[in-house]
């Protein structure tokens, strides 16, 4: 079947072919993302392509090789760099392969995630993204009724292919470093809703970690609605303002980071003379604060090309592992340092 465009003159595929001084199965490989032709051919028919204005019907293509050449992805959010590193690095992968991507954002609501992978589906996408191990039930019924090939990514799971960090053990490592500075005031502001199963692998790790020192993490202390940076920086005045005022604060991303530092400084604490402040991440900008961010790294942009990597094994039917674990490193820099004397 040729691949035709609409407009003047109805440029064809052995127009393009003609132009470019090639075979008709030569410009559909160089189309189709082939990397078997010769980079001299694959310029003859790009310029081709772009003298004629050639454009792919991508109808045709679905009849012809039953491929949309589409790759669904569905986010919990779009605010934060959390995920736009991850995504960037995944669309560049697949980009290059000749597919496109379509976005989808959650809202951290399995309802809504469902409904957008449906929705995905619906407009025949090759492959799936998704974040995180917890979902709406229904949603695996689905893809796999329909034998969608579907990676998670941040998370890491025994049953499903994954691409992922140890949560628990980054949390665990997070709060070891502030014990071994003598801290046994602590306080966690995250974000928990639901859906978000790497947060709470987090509270256990530091949990756990704060348990072998014999020391608990109070309800009081526990923050786990902030969203934003205000949202960190009103629940640090609300901490200062209680009866024992922590001297350690584990954050949720370096976001949140942020704005508690910006709480610190309004009530004139000294960062880390008086208050130890540690992110989650290692945004861009962590370092580059007034006072440099210790926080846990996690390589982001690995996070999407595994990802991108796992789909382009599975859509050319190749074997591949299904548990890919992401190391993090604890960043060590100056908001953190020994706990203050009474």
Known sequence: MSEKVSGPGRVSLEDVARLAGVSTATVSRVLNG??????????????????????????????????SMTIGAVVPT??????????????RVMHEAGYTLLLANSNFDPAIELNEVNKLIEYGIDGLMLVGNTHHPRLWERIAALGIPCVQTFSLDDERPCVGYNSEQAAESIAQHLLALGHERFAVIVGTPPS???????????????????????????FDSAFSMNDARKALFALLDGPQPPTAIICGNDLLAFGVMRAATERYLRIPGDISIVGFNDYEYAEHLHYPLTTMRVDLTRIGYEAAMWLMAQLEGNSTVNRIEIPTQLIVRSSTGSAPRE
């Open 34 to 67: 082939s990397s078997t032709v010769r980079q001299t051919r694959r310029e003859a028919v790009e310029r081709a392509c772009e003298e004629l204005g050639y454009v792919i019907n991508r109808a045709a293509r679905t009849l012809a090789s039953r491929r």
């Open 196 to 222: 978000n199963d790497r947060v709470s692998d987090r509270l256990n790790g530091t949990r756990r970690a704060l348990a072998s020192a014999g020391l608990t993490l109070p309800d009081s202390h526990l």
């Open 78 to 91: 779009l605010a934060t760099e959390t995920f736009s590193r991850a995504l960037g690095e995944f669309q």
